[in-house]
């Protein structure tokens, strides 16, 4: 008999003693945070992914549960040159290696060149692939090139005829200066 694995409850030790895999092919409105930064642009996508569980030694330590996790989606953002949407690749390739509890991997995380986290019986494995790629999000999305050509300008008319018609404050200032000759 096959133990069924839920990627909303998953227990993390089982699921890596078994070697298992899981992926799916969610529409991105499973992910109410990330749906969220989407501003409603595209509903419809998908995020692709992929988890493998196992147990494996790792400096000389047996028994250490690990979970590598995949993720793909296109998610859509606004391009910060010419302000229309740009689907930006996301992509998440990452290992985690599960400890004890939330103590042992705040003490390991220092010296650990791995992610940690803590090994649960009923972990969230969407909460972590959401997690992923809010991280994986560009700080400025853009267009490699733009669709649309964007007006480069300097100077703004409007801008420049509203500084012509006011009057410089300091001008007051020259008529009461007095210049004095060279005694």
Same mark, same amino acid.
Not at 164 to 177: E, G, I, M, V
């Given at each position: ?6 990627? &909303? +409850? ?7 003693? !078994?070697? *298992?895999?899981?992926?799916?092919? %969610? #529409? ?64 998440? &390739? +990452? ?7 939330? !103590?042992? *991997?705040?003490?390991?995380?220092? %010296? #650990? ?71």
């Amino acid at each position: 008999m096959t133990k069924e694995h839920s990627p &909303d +409850r998953l227990d993390v030790k089982a699921f890596a003693q !078994a070697g *298992a895999h899981l992926s799916g092919h %969610d #529409s991105l409105l499973k992910y109410e945070r990330l749906a969220s930064e989407a501003k409603g642009l595209h509903p419809d996508l998908l995020v692709d992914w992929q988890a493998h569980g196992e147990v494996r030694a790792t400096h000389g330590i047996g028994g250490q549960i690990w979970l590598h996790l995949t993720v793909r989606a296109l998610f859509p953002m606004t391009c910060q040159r010419c302000l229309t949407t740009v689907d930006v690749p996301l992509e998440v &390739d +990452r290992e985690f290696r599960f400890v004890a509890d939330e !103590a042992t *991997a705040e003490a390991l995380d220092d %010296d #650990s060149e791995e992610d940690l986290l803590a090994l649960s019986r009923e972990f969230n494995l969407r909460e972590l692939i959401e997690d992923e790629l809010l991280m994986a999000l560009p700080v400025v999305p853009r267009h490699e090139e733009c669709p649309t050509a964007m007006p480069l300008a300097s100077t703004d008319e409007d801008f420049e005829e509203a500084n012509a018609q006011k009057p410089n404050p300091f001008a007051a200032l020259a008529s009461l200066r007095k210049d004095k000759p060279d005694a």
